[in-house]
């Protein structure tokens, strides 16, 4: 899907026009990018967060003549996926993950010491 089929669908979906998909569209990504930009994190529940990750200057080397470069800091936007959405992309493993919680819940409680080391005890 493209940014003009979401205007689309924005559009069928709450009755608007194209035209004011559209700005509602805009403005969304223009609060998204200038509050990240800032260095703030933007989150949205169900569906993830956008923010700011900074990366550390680093020595790289160039593929064709193995000379030794210097890569420089860089601040690049990141986005992480919410709980809701990658259970909608992925249910099988939203599944699995679920499955692995709740097992250390149902183990069975730690063996009873055995009856002799409780008579030793008690002597």
Same mark, same amino acid.
Do not use: C, W, Y
């Given at each position: 899907?493209?940014?003009?089929?979401?205007?689309?669908?924005?559009?069928?979906?709450?009755?608007?026009?194209?035209?004011?998909?559209?700005?509602?569209?805009?403005?969304?990504?223009?609060?998204?990018?200038?509050?990240?930009?800032?260095?703030?994190?933007?989150?949205?529940?169900?569906?993830?967060?956008?923010?700011?990750?900074?990366?550390?200057?680093?020595?790289?080397?160039?593929?064709?003549?193995?000379?030794?470069?210097?890569?420089?800091?860089?601040?690049?936007? !990141?986005? *992480? &996926?919410? /709980?809701?959405?990658? %259970? +909608?992309?992925?249910?099988?493993? #939203? =599944?699995? @993950?679920? $499955? !692995?919680? *709740? &097992?250390? /819940?149902?183990?069975? %409680? +730690?063996?009873?010491?055995?009856? #002799? =080391?409780? @008579?030793? $005890? !008690?002597?």
């Amino acid at each position: 899907m493209n940014k003009t089929e979401l205007i689309a669908h924005l559009a069928a979906k709450h009755e608007l026009t194209k035209a004011d998909a559209g700005r509602i569209l805009e403005t969304l990504l223009d609060v998204v990018v200038s509050t990240v930009k800032k260095g703030e994190a933007v989150a949205i529940p169900g569906f993830g967060s956008f923010k700011q990750h900074a990366r550390a200057a680093r020595t790289g080397v160039n593929p064709s003549t193995g000379d030794k470069i210097k890569i420089p800091a860089a601040k690049l936007p !990141k986005f *992480t &996926p919410g /709980a809701g959405f990658k %259970a +909608a992309v992925d249910p099988k493993a #939203a =599944a699995r @993950k679920a $499955a !692995k919680a *709740t &097992p250390a /819940a149902a183990k069975p %409680a +730690a063996k009873a010491a055995p009856k #002799a =080391a409780v @008579k030793k $005890a !008690k002597k």
